[in-house]
């Protein structure tokens, strides 16, 4: 195990699959700026996601780049947490999940900022002024449905409920890692406790903690989506446009 | 929205929103993509007295023929200095 390789390669892997999760939602989304804004984030993640898996390859010397790393890879072979890979379900559980995940993804990059290793430095400092944005918004949406009508308070409050087991594996150790994701979780609670208080909704108690992403074992929807991801690449390897 | 370099804002689009709050959200979004600005306002459409094109003749042409109006009607007289 190599720690950075592992983490950048990790990270680049939720980045990934949540910019082609939220992509999903192009052309899809309640309304025309929301489109936009869900399309900017996708973009946003998927800068970071090009960046991580570009070093990780680097580090791993094996003449794998961006490209060999997120389309010639199986579900067995990705690292990414389960949350980013669960369906998008409704517009509450998309935002439930971006909610979690800019929750977590802030403090990460924050940490990565000051981290000894120079790439992961300049990666977390660019990242995380696009994640704070992306927790901006997923909190906004997370307050107005959640203290809105009785109708978006049942969608969002279930929104969180079914979410919220995938949020434990975020912050198991990372042996090796220049950051340890077990010190993230107080500043995790600390930007979702009052959201989810300001927006009536009750926070899960914890408990079942599914996990395994970063083992490389994955929910069924992992595999369907990279079909998606990949077929292109697949057919056509190199091709650009 | 006021450019990097800009002094005043300028009106670049309008947009759907539930309230001011979101609408500086979706302006940010759909209208800074390509580093357009620095600054954003945003107005609900509500807000906005505009002049009716109806009433464009009565407002505008009667501008169209007072050429004195602009600096470069005058003549500046031979030996006015600093001017």
Redesign the interface.
Known sequence: MNGPFDLALALGDDALIAAQRLAEWTTRAPEMEEDVALANIALDQLGAARLLLTYAGELEGAGRDEDALAYLRDDREFRNCLLVELPNGDFAVTMAKLLFLSAYQLPLYTALAGCADERLAAIGAKARKESAYHLDHASLWARRLGDGTAESHRRMQAAVDQVWPYVHELFAPFPGAPVDPTTLRAAFDATVDPVLAEATLARPADGWAPAGGRDGRHTEHLSYLLAEMQVLHRAHPGAIW | MRARRGLAHTHVGS???PDA??AL??AR??YT?RQEGVSIWVVPAGAITASSPDEKDAFFDPAADKVYRHPTFYEVPDGVAHL
């Open positions: 947009l759907h929103a709050e979101l959200r979706n979004d759909l993509r």
